[in-house]
């Protein structure tokens, strides 16, 4: 039996974690406790030597002094601020009046504030919450099918959960053991790809269902100018001329990807920010403007958290700043911004630190519960286990993706994504690796697919989010007086289906097109190494003159 419990130790373990979390126990404490009571055993079986655990401290300390862990704090701080600062419901507001006219604007509006958002807290929380309390009464006010206004609000939150700066890339990056800065970038591209597909099935929605996301009646549409006019016109020609402009200064630029479309971004924002100035103070002094108000509101509330989005994203791809001083810039500027719209006081700056400091507590005890499950688990070579039950799959490495991604997924009905970022990570990066998978590819993958424990029924955070400030019974709308029904917990789930589905399509493109995430490597040479000749030219080299021979 001790032969074999030793020769067995490392699936027992394994087994034994997933049992005590099946049970319902804290993954923090999970971790922990299976890896001291098999360190434990092991000692009393002669498996380890007797100071086996004097390791344990050591660490313990290496995650106290990781400094790419301090990124989490900093980045959720700003989440936090910039969601009680009111800058969701600015966008919200005006952006729902840009598409507002259109079948389904309501639903493009949340979409891409919902990006907007990811883009500028990385807090799943904070955008759920914030489109839940602002969004949702508006859509059903205005007659939209209840399970697809839900299914649109609490998907576009979780796009903060893949598109920069996305505290779950920060994780996903320490366990890889790959740089915070390619994750990013690498990331990029696909989180503005699965905005897009969440736009397209809000279409076809519209298409199909037209009374499903009916467009706002042409009363409820504000910034108008005095001919009656939406002034639409006006801020299409700013938004082409921004984008010349952008172009413009970056024609001779050497960068590319992620990099070149957030510093044209970066450029095109202030040639717009500028625009809207000058058309302001001739407004103010003479009356006359050369913006219409839709084309200045809208460049008013967008300028703010694209400039955010530059001061984080920005310094990071292109090398200014590390993601901790990006994090801690952005956690600045959500201070700022909160000044200038006078949300910011003492009361929400203390609000914002103490969840702040829960959830790095929260990511903390995981990672030291990891640290003490994988000392014990590394110790009876369990990694060499899990890398050879993985390796030794069909297919290759197809069939591994294709394994590990159905794993990941059922894991996310159980697991939230932090604690599948310090499980289950660190296990399957070492087998990827060896297949010859490129890990930020992988990560990217892994990223998404883990996107779905937000909205897998019944244990999605994003669904537990929503139902928290949805209407639970039968209220009175305060600006029509009509008497609206609830919203249920079964519409809430069924909402979130299609766009669970969406998420696994975005899984197998990131597989098929793997240039979305490796442009992070940057341009490649086209010169083939094995073609190159080193050829040295002869050299003659005049005779050497010894001197007359020594006597």
């Known amino acids: 039996m001790t032969a074999f419990i030793i020769a067995n130790m490392a699936p027992i373990m394994f087994a034994s974690l997933v049992v005590m979390l099946l049970l319902g126990y804290p993954a923090a404490f999970s971790l922990g406790a299976v890896g001291l009571f098999y360190a434990i055993v092991g000692i009393q079986l002669g498996e380890f030597r007797p100071d086996f655990l004097q390791a344990l401290p050591e660490r313990v300390y290496g995650v106290m002094n990781n400094d790419t862990l301090l990124a989490i704090p900093f980045f959720t701080f700003m989440g936090l601020v910039l969601e009680r600062s009111g800058m969701a419901e600015d966008l919200l507001d005006t952006i729902g009046q840009l598409f507002g006219t259109i079948r389904g604007g309501l639903a493009y509006a949340v979409i891409f504030v919902g990006a907007l958002l990811a883009a500028t807290t990385g807090v799943v929380a904070a955008s759920v919450i914030s489109m839940g309390l602002i969004s949702l009464p508006i859509m059903l006010r205005y007659g939209y099918d209840r399970r697809v206004a839900a299914g649109v609000i609490a998907a576009s939150g979780t796009l903060a959960q893949i598109i920069p700066p996305s505290l779950v890339l920060i994780v996903m990056a320490d366990q890889l053991g790959k740089s915070v800065g ?73 960068v590319h990807g992620a990099d070149y479309v957030v510093l044209s971004m970066f450029c095109g924002i202030i040639f717009a920010f500028a625009v809207a100035v000058v058309n302001w103070v001739i407004d103010k002094l003479t009356g006359f403007r050369f913006l219409s108000k839709m084309a200045q509101q809208t460049t008013f ?36 911004l909160g000044a200038a719209k006078r949300r910011l006081s003492w009361d929400l700056i ?26 014990t688990f590394y110790g009876v070579n369990g990694h060499v286990w899990v890398e050879h039950l993985l390796t030794s799959l069909p297919g290759g490495q197809v069939g591994f993706l294709i394994f590990v991604n159905v794993f990941v997924f059922v894991l996310a009905f159980f697991l939230d994504f932090f604690e599948l970022a310090f499980i289950v990570i660190p296990l399957l990066g070492p087998a990827a690796e060896h297949l010859g998978i490129d ?82 490597k940057g341009v490649q040479t086209n010169i083939d190494p094995n073609t190159i000749k080193i050829e040295v030219p002869q050299i003659e080299l005049p005779p050497l003159d010894l001197g007359p021979p020594s006597k």
């Not at 990029?188 to 736009?199: E, K, S, W």
């Not at 990071?316 to 700022?336: D, H, K, S, V, Y």
């Not at 639970?472 to 669970?500: N, S």
């Open 439 to 520: 890990l930020i590819w992988f990560g990217v993958i892994l990223g998404v697919n883990m996107q779905t424990s937000f909205m897998h029924p019944p244990f999605g955070f994003a669904l537990f989010y929503l139902r928290s400030v949805a209407p639970k019974e039968r209220y009175t709308d305060r600006l029509t007086g009509k008497r609206m029904e609830p919203v249920t917990t079964g519409q809430i789930y069924w909402g979130a289906v299609p766009f669970v589905v969406i998420q696994m399509i975005m899984v197998g493109l990131v597989i098929a097109f793997p240039s979305m995430v490796m442009h992070y």
């Open 301 to 336: 509330v967008m300028v703010p958290p694209l400039f955010l989005i530059f001061l984080v994203l920005g310094t990071i791809f292109i090398g200014i700043a590390t993601p901790t001083e990006g994090g801690a810039m952005g956690a600045a500027g959500a201070l700022i």
């Open 350 to 375: 203390r609000q914002a630190t103490e969840s702040t400091a829960k959830l790095s507590a929260f990511v903390v005890f995981i990672l030291v519960g990891a640290r003490v499950f994988s000392l």
């Open 182 to 254: 390619d994750m990013y970038e690498g990331a990029f591209i696909p989180g503005l790809v699965l905005a897009g597909l969440y736009a397209g099935y809000a279409f076809l929605v519209s298409m199909f269902f037209p009374k499903a996301t009916p467009g706002l009646p042409k009363e409820a549409i504000g910034f108008r100018e005095e001919s009656g006019s939406r002034g639409l016109v006006s801020l299409g020609m700013l938004f082409l001329a921004s984008c010349v402009f952008g172009w413009f200064m970056m024609r001779n630029s050497t």
